[in-house]
T-cell receptor
Framework: QVHLVQSGAEVKKPGASVTVSCKASGYTFSTYGFSWVRQAPGQGLEWMGWISAYNGNTIYAQKFQDRVIMTRDTSTSTVYLTLRSLRFDDTAVYYCARETGRSSRSSYYFQYWGQGTLINVSP | SYVLTQPPSVSVAPGQTATITCEADNIGGEGVHWYQQKPGQAPVLVIHDDIDRPSGISGRFSGSNSGNTATLTISRVEAGDEADYYC???????????FGSGTKVTVL
């Protein structure tokens, strides 16, 4: 049974950095990639980027390219999201989501999600 | 990259059918996936690859995708179906994932 367990909520000041972790269990960690998705209060889902659990390769959404780092630790089956230079509008719930392999329509989707981590950027 | 357009809201009476659209140029050429999100909870996959239901998802959920419109249909709507629904594709040209703007389904 696949489980993704994320780190707890944090309050950060503008300009600071935050790191969110996502620990996976119930399958072979290196088999599937992960995406990070965030959701500002009352807003929709926003894809931030992807990391390969196999080799650590990353793809970032253009909006976040200069502020985000995604890493993984295969020894603990954990992926990490670091967001730098936090702004008020980074206040959101951040989700990790495990992808599938390439699907029947040659696409990728998110079958498993973490519980979400609230990051509150406050003065 | 892809811009996926969904209606902001859909209202439906219990027992009736809810239809949620996701529009983009030639979206029929891509695999479309749908997620249900209830307040305070993480999204749940309800349809993948246009028409496939994950195990554990009610047969009342179905999907289609052709031309410029993908559709999620909820038959015999129940109060528990009240949620936000998001479509999602993989933009192959940029290798990024894209979510639709989301549709709030209200059960009257």
């Amino acid at each position: 049974q696949v489980h993704l367990v994320q780190s707890g909520a944090e309050v950060k000041k503008p300009g600071a950095s935050v790191t969110v972790s996502c620990k996976a269990s119930g399958y072979t960690f290196s088999t599937y990639g992960f995406s990070w998705v965030r959701q500002a209060p009352g807003q929709g889902l926003e894809w931030m980027g992807w990391i390969s659990a196999y080799n650590g390769n990353t793809i970032y959404a253009q909006k976040f390219q200069d502020r985000v780092i995604m890493t993984r630790d295969t020894s603990t089956s954990t992926v990490y999201l670091t967001l730098r230079s936090l702004r008020f509008d980074d206040t959101a719930v951040y989700y990790c989501a495990r992808e599938t392999g390439r699907s029947s329509r040659s696409s990728y989707y998110f079958q498993y999600w973490g519980q979400g981590t609230l990051i509150n950027v406050s003065p | 990259s892809y811009v996926l357009t969904q209606p902001p809201s859909v209202s439906v009476a219990p027992g009736q059918t809810a239809t949620i659209t996701c529009e983009a140029d030639n979206i029929g050429g891509e695999g479309v996936h749908w997620y249900q999100q209830k307040p305070g909870q993480a999204p749940v996959l309800v349809i993948h690859d246009d028409i496939d239901r994950p195990s554990g998802i009610s047969g009342r959920f179905s999907g289609s995708n052709s031309g410029n419109t993908a559709t999620l249909t909820i038959s015999r709507v129940e109060a528990g179906d009240e949620a936000d629904y998001y479509c999602q594709v993989w933009d192959t040209s940029l290798d990024v994932k894209v979510f639709g703007s989301g549709t709030k389904v209200t059960v009257l």
